[in-house]
């Protein structure tokens, strides 16, 4: 890895995702034949690997283990092209770790393990002050993709912080059980919120039958910019600054993988843009990218 200045940070959750997944619909309680595999994930590594095939080069601010699981989490993460040189390694806690099961009929149950990232706290923010990546006086000020792993509290100092302040945050959360730790970003200036619909949901504390109505709903709320998904129907973009909802459909196609498809979303939106696109047609491309992830081709 050359000592180049990253295009984008990646902070947040990079673990192992553990994934079994069945070709059979199934339920509570299913025992089926499938296929497990140990993959480099974790919402802020999806992101930065999909960024990373666009053209990209990101750098991962999270915490991992000094263990077997973050050694060969780091090479494989240095194999695909990701900087790691910023990322913290913890001497007492364990790399963290996801598990998911998946059927024909999508997400069947999740764990998300990611109590190490928590524990840390603010010690992954130490390259954004130290002078590796900015000072207060001088705060990095390029894009960031900001992961809701992160506790509310560190979430809540990234809001108010000067290291932040000329920062392009974009942010989406872990899980829709994790959503309301996004509150007090939702009005930051400069932040972009990608959300699906039952994460808007949350955020809204009411039930919404559209992505586009559930993007007009977080502008009302005080929101800067929002991206609302809503599976294979219609999503929507809403910005408070620029001709307030649009919205554009996906397209069909058969879904044989569901995690890691938002992140998919998301880097490949901020790429779009990165490269001058339009708001229609940067949706238009991450709509794209997701459906192609979710049908089983890499994101490009």
């Known amino acids: 890895m050359t000592e180049t200045r990253p295009d984008i940070l ?6 192992w995702d553990i994934i079994g997944r069945a070709s059979l619909h199934m339920r509570a309680g299913a025992d089926v034949p499938g296929r497990i595999e140990r993959l480099p ?4 590594m999806n992101i930065a690997m999909t960024l990373r095939r666009f053209g990209l080069k990101p750098a991962v601010l999270t915490a991992l ?8 989490l780091i090479r494989a993460a240095e194999v695909l092209g990701i900087d790691c040189r910023y990322l913290y390694r913890s001497d007492d806690l364990p790399t963290d770790r996801y598990m998911a099961i998946e059927g024909a009929n999508g997400l069947i149950a999740a764990i998300a393990d ?3 990232l928590e524990a840390a706290g603010d010690k992954i923010l130490a390259p954004l002050s130290d002078g590796r990546l900015g000072t207060e006086d001088a705060p990095w000020d390029g894009p960031v993709a900001l992961d809701g792993n992160l506790t509310e509290a560190l979430l809540s100092q990234i809001a108010s912080s000067p290291l932040f302040a000329k920062s392009d945050l974009r942010v989406a959360p872990a899980s829709p059980g ?5 509150m007090p970003l939702l009005a930051h200036p400069s932040a972009t919120l990608y959300v699906n619909l039952e994460e808007a949901g949350i955020l809204c504390q009411r039930s919404f039958e559209s992505a586009e109505t559930a993007a007009e709903t977080l502008l009302a709320r005080g929101a800067h910019r929002v991206l609302v998904t809503d599976g294979g129907k219609a999503a929507a973009d809403g910005c408070a600054t620029a001709g307030g909802v649009i919205s554009a459909a996906p ?8 995690t890691g498809a938002g992140d998919t979303f998301m880097a490949a939106h901020l790429v779009a843009e990165r490269q001058g696109g339009t708001r229609a047609e940067a949706l238009d491309r991450a709509l794209l990218a997701a459906a192609r992830y979710v049908s089983g081709e890499l994101a490009t």
């Open 41 to 44: 994930g974790g919402v802020a």
């Open 114 to 116: 990611a109590h190490s």
């Open 10 to 15: 990646c902070i947040g959750s990079v673990l």
């Open 178 to 182: 994790k959503a309301e730790r996004l």
């Open 65 to 72: 283990g000094r263990d077997s699981q973050g050694e060969d």
């Open 251 to 258: 397209p069909p196609v058969l879904v044989t993988r569901v």
